[in-house]
Structure formats: C-alpha cells, structure tokens
C-alpha cells in the first residue's frame, strides 16, 4: 500500500491535510490527506461508506470539517458554505440537484449568473449575449442540444448531465467537482459524457470525479484515490495500475 | 469503449437550425392549447357574444368591458407572481378590501388622498411581506397562511372601519374612475402600464428567471445559490402592491371604502392566471396571458347580462371555464 506522497503546492489546485468529520460518535473519515492537481481529472473511488461524498463535500463547504487544514489554490481556505466556495472558484455538478426543467438551455447555463444590461438604476438581461455565449459555450464542449431554446424538461439525462457541467465549467471555475455523474445514465449516455470528462481534461480544467466504477475511473482520471472505512488508503496514477489492484485496494485485500 | 467518433457532437449544434415547429404541428399539440386557452376563449367569446348580441361589439360596451376589467387584471397580475412560485394567494381580495378601508379611513382623517392611496399601498404590501414571510420563515403550506391572513384582515378591516361604509369624495378619484386618455379610460391605462411593468419584470429582469427556477425547483435553485425564500417573499410582496393598486382603482370606481369583500374577485384572479396558462405548479408564467384571461371572464360577465341572462348563471358559467381550461391544462404534460 502505497502512502499518499506529496505533490508541491503549487501545482495543487486544492489540497487537505489532517482532515476528520465526525458525525456524532460516527466517524465519517479521520485524518485524510489529498491533493488534486491542476489541470488533471483525480479520481476518489472506494466502497459504499467508506466515506468519499462526505470528504468532497467537506472539500466544497457543505460540511464543516472538525479538524484539518483545507488549502486551495494555494491558500488557506475553510469554507463555511458551498456559496463561499464556488465564489473562491469551486462548481459542484450535482447529480440530481442541477438544472430547472421549465428553464430553457440558456437559461439554465446563465441561471444565478445573467449577464445584463444596466440602464440607469435597473438591470435587464441581456438575452441575446446570454444565448450567443451558450452557443459558444456548448461548442467549445462539443455538447449536442436540439436547441438552446429549448425547456430542459425534454432533454434526455446525459444531455442534462452535460449541460449542468457546461455550466460549472463555463463559470470559469477552476475546479469542478462531480459526484457519480453518471451514476443514472445508460450506456450511451455514459459514453456521452465520458467523452465530455475526456474534453474537460484535454482543455486542462480541474476535476475531482467520484465514481463507484474502476474502469470507468481509469479511462478518466490521471490519479486515483483511494477510501476505506474512513481512511484514504492509497493512491496511484492511473496509467501505472489495473483493475485488480484497485478492487484490492478497496476492498483491503492488498 | 467510447471513442470521440462515436459520440460525435455534432460540430452544428452551436448552428443557426433552432427550427420552430410548423404551424399543423403547433394547432395539434396540446399545450398549445393550453398556453393558449384565453386567447382563444377570449376571440370565441367575442364571436359568440357579437353574433348573439351586436351591441356587445359596439365601442361604448368594448370601452366599458375594458374598464371593468382594470381590477381584474392588476389583481391576476400580482396572483400571476405567486403562482409562478407555485404559491397561491387566497388573502388577494381581502387585502383589496383593507386596502380600500385604510384609503377611506386615511382620507376620512383628512390627510390628502395622495397620502391615503400610499398608505393603503403599503399596507397591501405590507400584508403579502408577511405572507411571504410566515410562509417561508414558517415553512408553512402556502393556502393555509394566506387562508389565515385572508380571515385575519378581514377582522381588521371590520374592526377598523366598525363594519360601516366610508365615503370618499375626491376629485382625483373621481376623474381617475372616469377621465380617459384617447381611446381608453385611465383606469384601463393603469392595467396596461402594470401589464408591461409586470411582464418587463418576468421576462428581463434576472428576479424573473429566478421566480420562475424558484417556481419549478426550489431545491435546484437553491443549490445554485439563489435564495428562493427571498425570492418567495418578494413575489407576495408583488402580490400585495397590486392589490393595493386594485384597492384604489375600486374605491375610485365605487366612490366609497366597504368593508366587504368581493370574494369572485379571488376566485377570479386565480381563475384567470389558470386561463392564461400559468401552470399551478409553478415554473411557468407569462403576464399577457393572465391578461387576456382576465378580459376573456370580464367578457363573459358582460356578454351574459347583455344576454339577460340572469346574473345567478354568471359564477356557474366561469366555473364551468375554469374547470375545462384546467382540463386542457392537465393534456399538457
């Protein structure tokens, strides 16, 4: 079992050291180190429990560590909720809470960020820029929507999937996070937004990427994590491991 | 495995090709219809009632259909807000009435009509501050608070006005109640001043789209950072301002504050603001529709006393409306 080895700080885009959660008398995972570099898709994997989803939520604010340091883009940086950190830069593709149905495509992707136009003491939208800026947007994805006029309501799961990540990425984040995204998607679906993890990574964003599924992990990322009971228990870079190794590591037969 | 071949994204989806749908697909879809409903019913009931009774198409009885409809369709206006959120406001045509009564009482004290049609404003809004309020700090279903509110100040405008009528003699009423400007009297030009406001506030403002996220899905728009209880109370608050309006225009139209309310004047907001395609559900609204549902029962109303049909088969006739438009509602999902 490898150690977690140390990456300098510079090129981590976020990193903690220390970290514990507990909730009540429940450990949800002590003393975690982890770093995700920039520019890569680091992947967190580990058994149901073991305690991934409450790590990257206490990474973007929705929980409050009780111990460690959380250090992002190379400073100190706790987060008292998840509005801090996506205003320090941190967008959550979440995977049932994104996108408003009744809302069109380019409504979703400026939803909460409109751009508008100031005339005297009011704001209008600017709509025109907004639908111009979506197209754009949704090209430099490659992302295949009917229209961007179109209600969300009528989109199929992986096209909302790729939209709410359109939208995290084209905030200009510098880290997105998705947890299982494609956790409820068909085959087809999945490949769809693999394939849009993959253009993320070739255009260097910044990813953490929660996955129940090894193989899928391996295509993805460039390191992988790995969680057991509460412990982050190794970590190695995908190319340099196989699918048998990380079942042995998760599972702790290693 | 996937390969970027596979998956081909379409190089055109960023292209011009956002095709409407044709004309025959659009009169066969469903929610057209429903988008739709009080326009149509509104040219239907024209048609009818102009065959039926050409006096009903007559200049003098188009003017005073529109004048009468003015309250109207401020109040589906603001009811139009709350149900965007998927909210609804059944305390809407009581706190017209308290509107009305603090108008008279302010004017009665002889403070200006100015400062009682301010006052009566505030107070209206003030009352949907606090529905919005109790709603979302309470966390309480939104018919059971504005059911509460609506017996509320209905005591207090009892209480306020000891159950008696106020006359409110003012020439700035008067003339607002029957001056007009070119074709349209003023009161009708106060509905279409808050028509244009309302639906500038819907459609281009970012409060707009974030009604209607925080209509459709609370939750989501929440994750995103938008606060939804904020928007809810500003909605309410929307709400109550307009009913103050529709206050003043009521006490203009009647000369008088009455401590009564005109409950078909709630049933009827709600019933237009479903007529114009609003969903119930929220997350989904315009304000022209609402609009033209509130001229489409004004018109129905009319058309059926210049009929001489009696005037206990009015509310049998706008229930009988509401109810199939809501049909046509339910074909839309």
Redesign the interface.
């Given at each position: 079992m490898s150690a977690p080895h140390h990456i300098p700080a510079t090129e981590a885009i976020i990193a903690c050291e220390g970290l514990s959660k507990h909730f009540g008398g429940i450990r949800a995972f002590t003393d975690v180190a982890f770093q995700a570099r920039r520019g890569e898709v680091t992947a967190v994997i580990g058994d149901n429990g073991a305690g991934k989803s409450t790590l990257i939520r206490s990474l973007v604010g929705v929980h409050q560590p009780d111990a460690g340091n959380l250090f992002f883009d190379g400073r100190a940086r706790p987060f008292a909720n998840?509005?801090e950190a996506?205003k320090a830069g941190i967008e959550t593709v979440?995977q049932n809470?994104?996108?408003?149905?009744?809302?069109t495509v380019a409504?979703n992707l400026f939803?909460?960020r409109?751009i508008?136009r100031r005339i005297g003491p009011?704001?209008?939208?600017d709509?025109k820029a907004m639908k111009r800026e979506a197209?754009?947007m949704?090209?430099r994805?490659?992302?295949?929507?009917?229209?961007?006029?179109q209600r969300v309501r009528r989109l199929s799961g992986g096209q909302r999937q790729a939209i709410s990540i359109c939208r995290a990425v084209g905030s200009g984040a510098k880290l997105v996070v998705m947890d299982e995204p494609t956790a409820a998607l068909g085959v087809q679906e999945t490949?769809?937004v693999?394939?849009l993890i993959?253009?993320l990574r070739e255009q260097s964003v910044s990813v953490i990427l929660v996955s129940h599924n090894f193989d899928q992990v391996r295509?993805l990322s460039d390191q992988i994590w790995v969680m057991r009971a509460g412990k982050m228990a190794a970590t190695v870079r995908a190319s340099e491991t196989s699918g048998n190794e990380l079942v042995a590591l998760v599972t702790g037969a290693a | 495995m996937s390969t970027p071949a596979d998956n081909a994204p379409a190089a055109h989806s960023a292209g011009a090709e956002e095709s409407r749908p044709s004309l025959a697909a659009l009169l066969l879809d469903p929610s057209f219809w429903a988008d739709w409903a009080s326009v149509v019913g509104l040219v239907g009931l024209v048609i009818v009632f102009g065959i039926a009774q050409p006096v009903f198409l007559s200049v003098a009885n188009l003017q005073a259909l529109l004048l009468a409809a003015a309250i109207l369709v401020v109040l589906s206006i603001g009811q139009t807000f709350v149900i965007a959120t998927s909210g609804i406001d059944l305390s809407l045509a009581a706190a017209v009435m308290l509107g009305a009564i603090i108008l008279g009482l302010v004017n009665a004290a002889g403070y200006g009509i100015f400062i009682a049609c301010v006052l009566a404003v505030l107070a209206t809004s003030a009352v949907g501050f606090l529905n919005g309020l109790i709603i979302t700090a309470g966390k309480i279903p939104d018919f059971v608070v504005t059911l509460g509110t609506l017996s509320g100040i209905t005591g207090l405008g009892l209480i306020l006005s000891g159950g008696e009528p106020t006359m409110v003699g003012s020439t700035f009423l008067l003339r607002l109640a029957s001056g007009s400007f070119g074709p349209f009297g003023y009161p009708v030009w106060v509905a279409i001043a808050a028509v244009i406001v309302a639906h500038i506030a819907l459609y281009h403002t970012r409060f707009g789209v974030h009604l209607l996220a925080t209509g459709g899905q609370a939750e989501s728009a929440g994750a995103l950072g938008i606060r939804t209880d904020r928007v809810k109370i500003a909605a309410y608050t929307v709400s109550g301002f307009c009913a103050g309006i529709a206050a003043i225009l009521l006490v203009a139209r009647i000369g008088s504050a009455e401590p009564q309310i005109n409950t078909s004047l709630l049933l009827n907001s709600v019933a237009a603001v479903v007529l114009g395609g609003v969903s119930l559900f929220g997350g989904r609204a315009s304000i022209l529709g609402p609009a033209i549902g509130a001229l489409m029962l004004t018109a129905l109303v009319n058309g059926l006393t210049l009929l001489n049909v009696s005037a206990f088969y009015q509310p049998l006739a706008v229930g009988a409306i509401v109810v199939l438009a809501a049909l046509i509602m339910r074909y839309q999902k």
């Open positions: 998840p509005d996506r979440h809470l994104a996108l408003i149905d009744e809302l409504q939803l909460n409109e508008v009011f704001a209008f939208l709509r197209r754009s949704l090209s994805l490659s992302i295949n929507v009917p229209s961007i006029n490949a769809n693999e394939a993959r253009r295509r | -």
